[in-house]
């Protein structure tokens, strides 16, 4: 699995957990300081450090030297204005079946309200129409605490 935003590795440890025993996380992050913490997070929940990889460096400049169709799942959680690149980076590092998940598609509840014209909300709506119009896609939004889109890559 690839993990874009690893942050305070809360949802890291969430994906790992749901792995299979030998299932690695590559997880990147452009802050160092919240990698290091992550690590920390994961060495306390008992994870093995031979299950994930962490990459530290902006996803745009990471993403593309990750394998094609080498990965089950890709989850998104860094920055929104770049959604649209991670789901163009996910069609091509998806395997067949694979699945991507973008976090807070919501935007707090902004992305669902047409009076809200910031740069985030506008960039989410388009990433969910993309998402909802791909044929590449079998799409799934979940109405958790702020969203989570998920979508089946087809074969
Ligand atoms: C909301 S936090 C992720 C939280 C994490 N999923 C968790 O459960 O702990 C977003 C993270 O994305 C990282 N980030 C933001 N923009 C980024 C980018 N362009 N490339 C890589 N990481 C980025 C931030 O440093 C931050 O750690």
Redesign the pocket.
Known sequence: MV??????????I?LLRGMRPDGVLTT????PD?QQL?RQAYREAGIAANRSRFIC??????LPRLTDGGYDLV?C???RL?CLDYLDESLRLLRPGGVLCF??AFAQGRALDAAHQDAESLHLRELMRAVRDSPRLAPVLLPTDDGLLCAVRRA
């Open positions: 993990e874009i935003g690893t942050g305070a590795g809360v949802s890291g969430h990147v992050d452009s802050e919240r992550a460096g902006r996803a745009l400049d990471v989850f959680d860094a920055d770049e976090e807070g």
